[in-house]
């Protein structure tokens, strides 16, 4: 269904666990940019987590609870949005694989999957938009996030957003692709091999230049703004949807008030 | 081979520490990665081949049986012998037995990552056979007396000071004013030494790409022509392969070499491209009087029909390990056994059990690099997942792993609760921020504080701000 045949898709913001803990101005900003695209939003309130902790542990069954209550959450919306590449991932791919056992629900999570899009590429492919209209002053550098990258394809669509906000300039790194050694709870499973990866990419993001660090993901956001924090560096680390929206009040990520 | 994959955290460790392996790991991105890029870039129909490749195999491991027959009759008709081994003691006596038959002393080896598996090495030795390896970085490490740490770049981890340390120690025949600077300089060394070893030899070992189920034929791949030299001149040669190198014609060889090289070290094709039709015929100049084909199963035939059974389209190309992050952070011996990277993290668990070699697919960010190269197109990660499935469901994950899944998932599937907990942790977690916006320890993580600061929230959540704003009273409340 692409945007002209309905005017006014009803979409569910899925807003994610990391989001709604630690940073819910990424979620305003999404619902903002969702509004201004022409969409009305609607935040189901049973929404918790989309499993992928307790699925990439290896626990299905945990994970085809927890999945099946976003399911039930999410029903009945024409597209379902989420400020993350690794959550939408996980609804689009991973969904339909946790219930190959069980037809009925089978259907329900690839009926779920088929409309559940990362946030800059529903904007874009599915939206249309082209500018978000907002402005911010600074050189920014994008960390590709894995899931959203090999996932969902997510490239040039937060790229081309950020081109058309007014004042932003885009240094690129040369490692944008390499994962940043989050990998959820590997980063606390294998610390050092965690710190060994962000380490490299926290020296490419500042050799960048750029004045802020940017990407789709908060979990990438957290691990890579904790680093560059811990070693004292300058960069602002902030969510895309945060620049996109120009909601950019609020302390960067890792930073305090001002 | 001995194995320490269960020490991988302490082993990991070691190698993040060792400066020289750490300097040796950094030209990965440049070499590898960057060759492999530029010749795909070169080649349209890569992605198509992809997926021939993989349709390949797939035909052949649902017909396994039939293939491996007919492969059998044709090196019959050939001349040769195929001889079918359920394990490595099967396939050390076999390989032993050959050697008796012609009274080796010494035999010379190609690459081969199945002989690493059989230990066959260790084997030979102690039944008073010499093995000599002839690939040059094969024949490095055995100088040093380590295992590969990569699959096609078995020294990946020595440098050239470390190289020439082992000639002089080894070569007790080397001059001490010979000079050994240049890179010309040591492999000069290394074919002086090799060249009277290749002719002495009684028995010649290769590896296997291929086994053409058509022809009858085996295939090997090299850069140096040592696998040449070494079957050829040789009283036998001896191919030692798992059974999954099975291909039905030369034409699927053909299509999956255009992959191979490609995916491995960014030629178009390898230098060497070797195929072996049994043993010396009456016309021919030269080659071998005996032709014999070691063919392993090892583990392999309990994968079929498994959610491991991809795995076994596997060629042995390395892209996997060259882009993944984690291999390049501490390196292939870290993975404790014969195969690193992240095809070593399926295949390891399922030749030697999870028990040994848990960590391995546990030690992955999922990040997905490598099945985007995988010229095969393996799921690696979901067979990992798989992996980390199976221990959970056999209560292998560790109780604190355990207790914190178990604690997570009462709380994300109770909506209610989990907002009024996730509130309180943004307030405790704001506060424990202060002004600084960030946590720089945290007793409960710290796996997370120990290496770098955790971002403190904003302290209020999403739902709770929503609801505050008066957005959430249009009754999308479920």
């Known amino acids: ?258 | 081979m001995q194995t320490t994959s269960h020490n991988f955290k302490q082993n990991a460790r070691d190698a993040l520490t060792d400066v020289q392996l750490q300097k040796a790991l950094s030209k990965m991105r440049p070499g590898f990665q960057q060759k492999r890029a530029d010749a795909v870039a070169k080649l349209p129909e890569f992605e198509d081949l992809r997926d021939r490749g993989r349709d390949i195999k797939n035909h052949v491991l649902e017909n396994l049986d039939f293939y491996l027959e007919r492969f059998e009759s044709n090196v019959i008709a050939n001349g040769g012998q195929v001889h079918w081994c359920r394990n490595s003691e099967e396939a050390r006596q076999t390989i032993m037995e050959i050697c008796r038959s012609v009274d080796a002393k010494t035999v010379t080896k190609g690459k081969s990552m199945v002989a690493e598996e059989i230990g066959l090495n260790e084997y030979l030795e102690e039944h008073g056979v010499e093995p000599i390896e002839t690939d040059l970085g094969e024949y490095i490490i055995q100088l040093r007396d380590e295992p590969p740490s990569h699959i096609i770049a078995p020294a990946i981890h020595v440098n050239k000071e470390q190289v020439v340390e082992a000639f002089r120690k080894k070569h007790t025949d080397l001059p001490p004013d010979r000079p050994l600077e240049e890179v010309g300089d040591i492999t000069d060394e290394a074919r002086t030494q090799l060249r009277p070893k290749f002719f002495a030899a009684d028995v010649g070992i290769t590896g296997a790409n291929f086994l053409i189920a058509e022809t009858g034929q085996t295939v090997i791949v090299t850069n140096e022509g040592n696998g040449d030299l070494t079957q050829t001149l040789g009283k036998a040669h001896v191919v030692v392969a798992s059974l999954e190198k099975i291909v039905p014609t030369l034409e699927d060889a053909s299509c999956i070499l255009r992959l191979l090289a490609r995916s491995a070290t960014g030629q178009e094709f390898s230098v060497y491209t070797t195929f072996s039709s049994g043993p010396r015929r009456e016309t021919d100049l030269d080659g071998p009087a005996s032709f014999h084909v070691v063919l392993i199963d090892n583990g392999r035939s309990a994968m079929l029909g498994t959610e491991y059974q991809d795995m076994l389209r596997c060629i042995r190309c390395s892209a996997c390990m060259n882009h993944c992050p984690v291999y390049a952070a501490v390196g292939g011996h870290a993975y404790g056994w014969v195969y690193p990277g992240p095809m070593g993290a399926v295949l390891t668990p399922s030749l030697i059990g999870i028990d040994e070699a848990g960590h391995l697919p546990n030690a992955s960010t999922f990040c997905g690099r490598c099945e985007q190269v995988c010229p095969m197109r393996i799921p690696l990660p979901k067979m990992m997942r798989h992996y980390r499935a199976k221990e959970f469901t056999e209560n292998k994950t560790t109780s604190q792993v355990r207790a914190g899944l178990g604690l997570w998932s009462y709380f994300a599937k109770r909506p209610w609760l989990y907002r009024q907990s996730t509130k309180l942790g943004a307030v405790l977690l704001h506060a424990l921020g202060g002004k600084r916006g960030r946590i720089a320890k945290l007793p409960l993580a710290s796996g997370w504080t120990s290496v770098r600061d955790m971002p403190a929230p904003e302290g209020r959540t999403f739902q709770q701000l929503y609801k505050m704003s008066g957005h959430g009273k249009k009754g999308d409340a479920r």
Do not use: W
């Open chain 1, 1 to 258: 269904m692409s945007a002209s045949e309905n005017a006014r898709p009803r979409v569910g913001l899925f807003v994610t666990c990391l989001v709604d803990l630690f940073r819910p101005s990424v979620g305003f900003a999404t619902l903002s940019l969702l509004e201004k695209a022409g969409c009305e939003v609607v935040v189901p309130e049973a929404q918790t987590c989309c499993g992928q902790p307790t699925f990439n542990s290896g626990d299905f069954k945990d994970s085809r609870d927890i999945a099946a209550n976003v399911i039930e959450a999410f029903e009945g919306f024409d597209y379902v949005v989420a400020p993350s590449g690794s959550c939408a991932g996980m609804i689009r791919e991973h969904y339909p694989e946790l219930f190959e056992d069980d037809p009925a629900m089978a259907m329900r999570a690839q009926h779920l999957a088929k409309r559940t899009y990362e946030l800059t590429s529903f904007l874009v492919d599915i939206m249309g938009v082209e500018s978000t209209g907002a402005a911010f002053d600074g050189t920014v550098t994008y960390h590709d996030s894995c899931s959203g990258l090999r996932e969902l394809e997510i490239k040039t669509q937060p790229r081309k957003l950020l081109a058309a906000v007014d004042g932003t300039s885009i240094k690129e790194m040369p490692g944008a692709e390499i994962c940043c050694g989050f990998g959820g709870t590997f980063c606390v499973k294998y610390p050092e091999i965690s710190d060994k990866m962000v380490t490299q990419k926290a020296a490419e993001i500042v050799e960048s230049g750029a004045d802020y660090l940017l990407a789709g993901d908060l979990g990438c956001l957290l691990n890579m703004g904790g680093k560059l924090k811990r070693l004292g560096a300058r960069t602002e680390i902030r969510h895309v949807a945060e620049v996109l929206a120009g909601m950019t009040d609020q302390p960067s990520i890792g930073e305090g008030e001002r």
